[in-house]
């Protein structure tokens, strides 16, 4: 009757009979407060009991009028089989700081309680050494679910299983902690409810296994922050221990959320996680690694992760061991997945981007790639990787970007090659710099975006109307810095850049190969070579290079013009045909430049081209030495800071035509003319001379070996055409 309760004390026995009922007459509604409360209630502080009903003819507890508190169980034998409990308000509640010496609940039923229908404040009741649970049906409840709160620290390994109860749903209001030693194991169908700021703990030692159709569903009241483990959110901590995930196709492991989101999977230092045909949505970052903890490994495949608000993998620094493979990254507002290491891309495969509104893969960290590592559809469909930090292709790195393939670099982020390394870009390529400042063109030591090629083999090779494009959307970027590697650049378009491609000083690169490409409006010089035997016949191989609306459309030479090899500058090279000598250019003992029809060789201003004694200079047909001398000529020769084309016992060849004459000219203010010193032969044939000072002049004290000139034109001179002050 009205607040009569049902106890049993330690060392009691209590056994109830198939068919027995046993009815409480409570007047006032249950209040759940248990053995305090003025309610009716069978409060089991110790001892034995057992209801042991049959198939068809259970053991019933129920009520009448207003329904009653329940079944409170303290440290006690509990048997509960073919039994139905009605109208309780916890029907079964397992009390605080105590926990059950067995627990056997069996083919029973639980119906219209107006609380959890069980409630467990020791997850250890759970435990494998202490409970049998199976079999039984919850219906009617409110809300239709068993909960777990109070302690959450696994001391026993604890299995839960969907044929424990049905529905297969529990809810925790407490955060499961798996220590050492512990297997927290979810079996198939079993759904797993959180509350707002609770999370699945998985400590050092501890191991969690979902099997497939398991979920947990996060139903957390606020945003979610993605500030990892110090945010209160919900969120699965990995925190040193062992996470395994293993679903089906039809049957995947869910982690979900159905109200503002979570926070993800949080993988620390020493953790493994396990993930095969799971589903990760709504979380702030599906899997994240914070940038100090290094991971024992992560391993994802044939996986979905969707519908978050930051990424659906961030890996901040990298495993010891990572694969994800065949997974689909979908429904993000900004890129999908975040690293931290180029060498974490060896182990991406199968990667799907969908529905992304940037459908890349994110780069935050500095690093240097050591192994080999295609960037291609293979790998992610997205085809596409944005660098936040300056990425290194070191020695044994091999970086390969595939055909159509995206890369695109932020503010002062540069990619660089050293020595010892491979990069090649495929056709359809596109390098995209996204620099916020305007270039200053100061190399490597500027703020700026830029390619710096230090070392290695660096190789794009597109192809007619697929090239590969170095290219900016903001101010430009400083362009391709060049020290001592193998480049080769074929069907390659490079614009925005203040110097496209800058040679350093100091450095001379191994091999140069530029075929059938373009540079267009750069800033500045858009090839600029400060060594000249970067063009040497042994090294370089010049052709079909197309200069289009940069500032100048001409190809500098500075720093060192001496020959070391022989160069020769052919027809196809460069268009416009230009080679402005910034440096003088001396043609070393030994050595021979060539230069073909259409060729045309500026020299500013006391830039002087010298060739000295064992040294030749062949001009072909159509070719031109221009000379920009901002200060008229002194005729003063060799000793004045004026421009002279020197034969200093050398030999230089003209091979004009009437029609297609080698020019020596200046379109400025004039220059000094030709000076032939002892030692020297010079043999003009089609040339025409203009704005000289004297055109043609061997100084005193200078016996050539010889000068001819045949069918020369010269004009337009300060003093004497030919001037021979020695015989």
């Given at each position: 009757n009205n607040d009569a309760d049902i106890i049993t004390l330690a060392g009691s026995t209590?056994?109830?009979?198939?068919?027995?009922?046993?009815?409480?007459q409570e007047a006032e509604a249950p209040a759940g407060n248990g053995v305090n409360a003025v309610r009716a209630e069978i409060h089991l502080q110790g001892g034995t009991f057992e209801a042991k009903g049959a198939a068809g003819n259970p053991v019933i507890f129920t009520s009448t009028t207003n329904g009653w508190n329940g079944i409170e169980v303290e440290t006690m034998t509990l048997h509960l089989d073919n039994v139905r409990i009605e109208r309780a308000y916890h029907a079964i509640e397992f009390k605080p700081s105590t926990l059950v010496d067995s627990l056997i609940l069996s083919n029973s039923r639980i119906?219209?309680?107006?609380?959890?229908?069980?409630?467990?404040?020791?997850?250890?009741?759970?435990?494998?050494?202490?409970?049998d649970v199976f079999n039984n049906t919850l219906v009617a409840n409110s809300p239709n679910r068993p909960e777990i709160e109070g302690n959450g620290t696994l001391a026993e390994s604890v299995t839960l299983s969907e044929s424990s109860i049905a529905p297969p749903t529990i809810e925790f209001f407490v955060s499961p902690t798996v220590g050492s030693g512990r297997l927290l194991l979810v079996e198939t169908g079993m759904r797993c409810l959180f509350t707002t700021?609770?999370?699945?703990?998985?400590?050092?030692?501890?191991?969690?296994?979902?099997?497939?159709?398991?979920?947990?569903?996060?139903?957390?009241?606020?945003?979610?922050?993605?500030?990892?483990?110090?945010?209160?959110?919900?969120?699965?901590?990995?925190?040193?221990?062992?996470?395994?995930?293993?679903?089906?196709?039809?049957?995947?492991?869910?982690?979900?959320?159905?109200?503002y989101g979570w926070n993800?999977?949080?993988?620390?230092?020493?953790?493994?996680?396990?993930?095969?045909?799971?589903?990760?949505?709504?979380?702030?970052?599906?899997?994240?690694?914070a940038a100090t903890d290094v991971p024992e490994s992560i391993v994802v495949t044939n996986s979905l992760i969707e519908s978050g608000a930051n990424r659906g993998l961030a890996l901040r620094e990298e495993p010891r061991f990572t694969q994800i493979q065949n997974t689909t990254f979908r429904k993000y507002a900004s890129q999908p997945i975040e690293i931290a290491d180029l060498d974490v891309l060896a182990f991406f495969s199968g990667l799907l981007g969908e529905t992304n509104s940037i459908n890349r893969i994110l780069l935050t960290a500095a690093s240097t790639l050591s192994t080999a590592v295609t960037l291609s559809p293979t790998l992610f469909s997205g085809h596409g990787y944005e660098f936040d930090q300056t990425q290194t292709i070191g020695s044994?790195?091999?970086?390969?970007?595939?055909?159509?393939?995206?890369?695109?670099?932020?503010?002062?982020?540069?990619?660089?090659?050293?020595?010892?390394?491979?990069?090649?870009?495929?056709?359809?390529?596109?390098?995209?710099?996204?620099?916020?400042?305007?270039?200053?063109?100061?190399?490597?030591?500027?703020?700026?975006?830029?390619?710096?090629?230090?070392?290695?083999?660096?190789?794009a090779k597109g192809s007619p109307g697929n090239s590969v494009v170095l290219t900016s959307t903001v101010n430009g970027w400083n362009g391709v810095e060049i020290e001592t590697a193998s480049i080769y650049l074929d069907n390659v378009r490079i614009e925005r850049a203040w110097h496209a491609l800058e040679f350093a000083p100091g450095r001379l690169a191994d091999s140069l190969t530029i075929l059938n490409s373009r540079i267009d409006s750069g800033g500045n010089y858009p090839v600029v070579i400060n060594n000249i035997n970067v063009l040497g016949d042994t090294r370089a191989n010049v052709s079909g290079l197309l200069l289009n609306a940069n500032n100048p459309d001409r190809i500098a030479i500075q720093t060192i013009g001496t020959l070391a090899e022989n160069i020769e500058i052919p027809s196809n090279a460069v268009s416009p045909p230009i080679l402005e000598m910034i440096s003088p250019l001396t043609?070393?003992?030994?050595?021979?430049?060539?230069?073909?029809?259409?060729?045309?060789?500026?020299?500013?201003?006391?830039?002087?081209?010298?060739?000295?004694?064992?040294?030749?200079?062949?001009?072909?047909?159509?070719?031109?030495?221009?000379i920009r001398e901002a200060e008229a000529p002194t005729g003063a020769g060799t000793n004045a800071s004026r421009v002279d084309v020197i034969v200093a016992g050398g030999k230089l060849t003209t091979i004009g035509t009437l029609d297609s004459p080698v020019i020596f000219t200046s379109t400025i203010s004039g220059w000094n003319g030709i000076e032939?010193?002892?030692?020297?032969?010079?043999?003009?044939?089609?040339?025409?001379?203009?704005?000289?000072?004297?055109?043609?002049?061997?100084?005193?004290?200078h016996i050539p070996d010889s000068v001819q000139l045949f069918q020369p034109k010269i004009s337009g001179c300060y003093g004497a055409g030919i001037h021979f002050k020695e015989t």
């Open positions: 209590t056994r109830i009979r198939p068919g027995a009922t046993i009815s409480i119906e219209s309680s107006s609380n959890y229908p069980i409630r467990v404040t020791n997850i250890n009741t759970l435990g494998e050494s202490r409970s700021d609770i999370d699945l703990v998985v400590n050092t030692g501890g191991h969690v296994i979902m099997r497939a159709g398991s979920a947990i569903e996060v139903t957390e009241a606020e945003a979610p922050t993605g500030d990892g483990i110090n945010a209160s959110r919900c969120e699965v901590h990995v925190n040193g221990g062992r996470l395994e995930a293993f679903g089906s196709p039809s049957q995947p492991v869910e982690f979900t959320s159905t109200q993800g999977i949080e993988v620390e230092t020493g953790s493994i996680l396990l993930l095969d045909y799971a589903r990760i949505d709504s979380a702030y970052n599906g899997i994240e690694v044994g790195g091999v970086l390969t970007i595939d055909t159509g393939g995206y890369i695109g670099l932020g503010n002062d982020v540069d990619l660089v090659t050293q020595p010892g390394s491979i990069t090649r870009a495929r056709p359809g390529v596109t390098i995209m710099i996204q620099e916020a400042e305007a270039p200053t063109g100061a190399g490597t030591n500027a703020s700026r975006a830029e390619v710096q090629i230090l070392g290695g083999t660096f190789e043609v070393g003992s030994g050595h021979i430049l060539t230069v073909d029809t259409g060729i045309r060789i500026w020299l500013d201003g006391d830039a002087d081209l010298t060739i000295n004694a064992g040294a030749q200079a062949f001009f072909h047909a159509g070719s031109v030495v221009d032939v010193e002892s030692g020297s032969q010079v043999l003009l044939f089609g040339a025409r001379i203009d704005s000289a000072a004297l055109a043609v002049e061997v100084p005193a004290g």
